[in-house]
């Protein structure tokens, strides 16, 4: 069983930034592949960026791209989302997922097993 806690979040105006960060319980984060997700109101829940179990591989939807940044530490059992360029299409609930034990190094999963309880990021204009 894996717990996520997401932290970071909270209210920014536009053009600014914010690091999100989620922690992981147990000892096999490193085999996990990692993602956030976003869901803001009255929309289905998307994939904003993704990273492998070594973290050599990421994922970004392109909304995000240029702007965001994954990242993890796997000896902290963390990782991150550094968000910058900051928009009021942003906004939306940040949930942090894990894939866990993971054969091969890359990003994209379907089907994640774990998932946090989100952290909310409102961007003003």
């Known amino acids: 069983q894996v717990q996520l806690g997401e932290s970071g979040g909270g209210l920014v105006q536009a053009g600014g930034s914010l690091r999100l960060s989620c922690a992981a319980s147990?000892?096999?984060?490193?085999?996990?592949?990692m993602a956030w997700f976003r869901q803001a109101p009255g929309k289905e829940r998307e994939r904003v960026a993704a990273?492998?179990?070594?973290?050599?591989?990421?994922y970004y939807t392109d909304s995000v791209k240029g702007r965001f940044t994954i990242s993890r530490d796997n000896a902290k059992n963390t990782v991150y989302l550094q968000m910058n360029s900051l928009k009021p299409e942003d906004t939306a609930v940040y949930y942090c997922?894990?894939?866990?034990?993971?054969?091969?190094?890359?990003?994209?999963?379907?089907?994640?097993?774990?998932w946090g309880k989100g952290t909310l990021v409102t961007v003003s204009s």
């Open positions: 997922a894990a894939k866990e034990a993971v054969k091969f190094d890359m990003p994209y999963y379907l089907g994640m097993d774990y």
């Open positions: 147990g000892r096999t984060f490193f085999n996990n592949a």
């Open positions: 990273i492998s179990r070594s973290g050599s591989n990421t």
